[in-house]
């Protein structure tokens, strides 16, 4: 694999977290198909271990609550290419807030991600979220 390729699979992978955040963030839970695969585990503090696309995206609904909105930061990416798979980890800030309100509440995730080439591009295939801290204001 070139070096050109495995940068240009690293950038695709950064684009997905991105990808990500802005999907959770405009609570868009019905595209969760373009960062997620069809058969992806996820694995956090809040909602156990779900198996599934459809189970996960029934969850992120199910989660929304009327009026908080959330912003999501992604940063210390980290990516090991190896074929079509990656381990890809980062740390997560997550914001919650109404509008024109500051944050109540504020988290600081890890998260460790395996990501998979699909023809459609790299999805998380697995996603394990730690929770570091929670702050309430």
């Given at each position: 694999m070139s070096a050109d390729t495995r940068t240009a699979d690293r950038a695709e992978i950064v684009e997905l977290f991105a990808r990500l955040a802005n999907l959770l963030d405009e609570h868009r839970h019905g595209d969760a198909h373009t960062v997620y695969t069809d058969d992806v585990v996820v694995h956090s503090p809040r909602g156990g271990e779900l198996?599934?696309?459809?189970?996960?995206?029934?969850?992120?609904?199910?989660?929304?609550?009327?009026?908080?909105?959330?912003?999501?930061?992604?940063?210390?990416?980290?990516?090991?290419?190896?074929?079509?798979?990656?381990?890809?980890?980062?740390?997560?800030?997550?914001?919650?807030?109404?509008?024109?309100e500051p944050p109540y509440r504020t988290s600081g995730l890890r998260v460790a991600n395996t990501a998979v080439r699909t023809p459609e591009g790299w999805r998380f295939s697995e996603v394990r979220i730690s929770l570091a801290w929670l702050q309430e204001k």
């Open positions: 198996h599934g696309l459809e189970k996960v995206t029934a969850y992120l609904k199910g989660s929304q609550v009327e009026g908080e909105r959330t912003f999501h930061l992604h940063g210390d990416v980290l990516i090991e290419v190896d074929g079509d798979r990656a381990k890809a980890t980062a740390n997560e800030l997550t914001y919650f807030y109404r509008d024109d």
